[in-house]
């Protein structure tokens, strides 16, 4: 698998959460990453995203001041933290690498690879 991504689980609302996702082979540096997520029956969404060097990074609205994306080059590896959760956090996510390095913005058509995704469920 190029691109794993784990730390998925069930929770109870309001407990943490932290996912992370490697890339074992495919090009990390000098490339946006970041998670997407999609609920069942629902479009995937954007989530979070990070710029190479870690100064720029963006957040979905519904996610800012409880979760945190960053990013270990060394490792080849991004994070996601995820605090507060909530019920309608509830969804498959998915890790992404970018094509290149395009800062703030970070959508579906910026993104050269995909992670399997992982199961978060958060109950109420």
């Known amino acids: 698998v190029q691109l794993q991504a784990s730390g998925g689980g069930f929770v109870q609302a309001g407990d943490s959460l932290k996912l992370s996702c490697e890339a074992s082979?495919?090009?990390?540096?000098?490339?946006?990453v970041g998670w997407f997520r999609q609920a069942s029956g629902k479009e995937r969404e954007f989530v979070a995203s990070i710029s190479w060097t870690g100064d720029v990074v963006s957040y979905a609205d519904s996610v800012k001041g409880r979760f945190t994306v960053s990013r270990d080059n060394a490792k080849s590896t991004v994070y996601l933290q995820m605090n507060s959760l909530r019920f309608e956090d509830t969804a498959v996510y998915f890790c992404?690498?970018?094509?290149?390095?395009?800062?703030?913005?970070?959508?579906?058509?910026?993104?050269?690879?995909w992670g399997q995704g992982t199961q978060v469920t958060v109950s109420s």
């Open positions: 082979t495919i090009p990390f540096s000098r490339r946006t």
């Open positions: 992404a690498i970018g094509r290149y390095d395009s800062g703030v913005y970070f959508t579906e058509g910026h993104v050269d690879y």
